[in-house]
């Protein structure tokens, strides 16, 4: 089944186009890595996802449910690029907020859990997000929407803010959430958690998908031996 479809959608900002008849299909249960240099549109393709801007033209299916519908975008758990919480809520009542948003029960020993395999310090959840460096503040965002039980997870630059450590325990809980059946899909500019994660990549480059499938299709494609040099490979042939 397919999660979600991306048609001919155009996106323009002060007459240029950002986003150029994008098509992209991502099946359900699928991890998929949107790679892009900065300005490439990442972020403004995840905001016509959610429809938290106007498409100029095609059309987005989310669950072949058009995204305008209010159903369609209850499939979704956002993480924006530069999270941050309401700086006068403790991590315990932004965690409560969320979840009641996304209605979902509260679960104080599930998110206590992720918490703790993002290295969290859990008594830091009962102080305000006032407190909290950037890790730590990231690794309540992504534990928002890791709970949130939506069957589609969008997440702009996971790994943000992240040390080596909680990088690979984001890594392994992601895994984890693709087993339970969720549509994963996440940009980064970290080739390697891509390549250790993800299903499938989609390289963004001048306002087009350029390359859709895995990592082996890219090396293939572009007859290289990392991903790396695939995506340079991938750059440089729209430049």
Known sequence: MIALHLSNVCKYYSGLAV???????IEQGCTTG??????????TLFKCLLDACHIDSGSIDIFSLAHTQVKARSYLAFLPEHFQAPFYLTGNEFLQL????H???????VSEAVLTELLFDLPQ???PARNYSKGMMQKLGLTACL???KPILILDEPMSGLDPTARYALKNLLIKQKKQGKTLIFSTHL???????????AILAAGKIRFHGTVENALDTYQATSLEQ???????SYR
């Open 230 to 236: 695939a995506y340079l490979h991938c750059l440089a």
């Open 34 to 43: 949107l790679i892009g240099a900065n300005g490439e549109g990442k972020t």
């Open 191 to 201: 080739l390697h958690d891509i390549e250790s994660t993800c299903d499938r990549i």
């Open 103 to 109: 209605q979902t029960d509260f679960d104080q020993e």
């Open 98 to 101: 969320m979840l009641s948003l």
């Open 125 to 127: 959840l009962k102080k």
């Open 19 to 25: 986003l150029n008849n994008i098509e992209l299909s």
């Open 147 to 149: 709970c949130s039980n």
